[in-house]
């Protein structure tokens, strides 16, 4: 198993990175909301999960 640096622990699965992406796109969106991106990253986190 391998481990990051910063998460202790096994590795991330892909839902974590697609969670950590979407955080991401909403900390960071700004007055102009990327819609499409949201949408794809939570198709991307809901196959990971399903």
């Known amino acids: 198993m391998s481990t990051s640096p910063e998460r202790p622990g096994p590795a ?18 700004d007055e102009h ?8 990253l939570l198709a991307e986190w809901a196959a ?3």
């Not at 991330?12 to 969106?29: C, F, S």
């Not at 909301?33 to 794809?40: L, N, V």
């Open 12 to 29: 991330p699965t892909d839902a974590d990175a697609a969670n950590d992406a979407i955080r991401a796109l909403v900390d960071g969106a």
């Open 48 to 50: 990971a999960v399903g």
């Open 33 to 40: 909301w990327p819609a499409e991106e949201y949408e794809r």
